[in-house]
């Protein structure tokens, strides 16, 4: 059972361009949500963050947007860079439920191809 | 953030062997964790690294397949025991600074290729 899921295994945009980034969770509980970045070769780098008390965080060319009641959230990159062409990884964790677990539960990631 | 070393970053292995993964951290971390990446599909948490006691796994994940040490707050081992194509995956060490943060940051990983 698929808790996180990310259904678009790749995307392509052109340079200048927005890039839209989808996950959806089934775990109501999931209190804290992360997305990172990973290129072919390296370890996934932490990209932004978002809690389950806001709606939106925003860093730079990044902003992540969270809607509980959908259970999906969103990672917008505007705009768009070559550099940005990276295989995506949605996370979800329970942070502040007081269930103990620092466990994340991933998504397979969703590679982004920026055309210049 | 916390700077993570991996060693060996690749290997290949014949089947039936045992391989030891170094995780270095350049700070002292609450957490450390070992992740699987196999091909085509998402991270998969193996086991949380304690320091001074046993690993705790996760299910599908044994002690005697991944033995885990962890003598510090800085360093991590993980061992694949008794390889098998299988068990060919990128495997990450990942670490968390506290128990209050969020964040967690993943090291470079090891590429693992079993014969």
């Known amino acids: 059972d698929q808790q996180v899921k990310q259904n678009s295994p790749s995307l392509s945009v052109q340079e200048g361009r927005i890039s839209i980034l989808n996950c959806d969770y089934t775990n109501s509980m999931f209190d804290y949500f992360l997305w990172y970045k990973k290129y072919p070769a390296e370890g996934p780098t932490f990209l932004i963050s978002i809690s389950s008390i806001k709606d939106k965080n925003e860093d730079g060319r990044f902003t992540v947007f969270l809607n509980k009641s959908a259970k999906h959230l969103s990672l917008h990159i505007v705009p768009s860079q070559p550099g940005d062409s990276a295989v995506y990884f949605c996370a979800a964790g329970l942070l502040y439920s007081g269930a103990g677990s620092y466990q994340l539960t991933f998504g397979k990631g969703t590679k982004l191809s920026v055309i210049p | ?115």
Not at chain 2, 32 to 45: A, I, N, V
Not at chain 2, 61 to 88: H, Q
């Open chain 2, 1 to 115: 953030s916390a700077v993570i070393s991996q060693k060996p970053s690749r290997d290949i292995c014949q089947r039936g062997t045992s391989l030891t993964i170094q995780c270095q951290v350049d700070s002292q971390v609450t957490m450390m964790f070992w992740y699987r990446q196999q091909p085509g599909q998402s991270l998969t948490l193996i086991a949380t690294a304690n320091q001074g006691s046993e690993a705790t796994y996760e299910s599908g994940f044994v002690i005697d397949k991944f033995p885990i040490s962890r003598p510090n707050l800085t360093f991590s081992t993980l061992t694949v025991s008794n390889m098998s194509p299988e068990d060919s995956s990128i495997y990450l060490c990942s670490v968390r600074q506290g128990y209050g943060t969020d964040t967690q940051y993943f090291g470079p990983g090891t590429r693992l290729t079993v014969l």
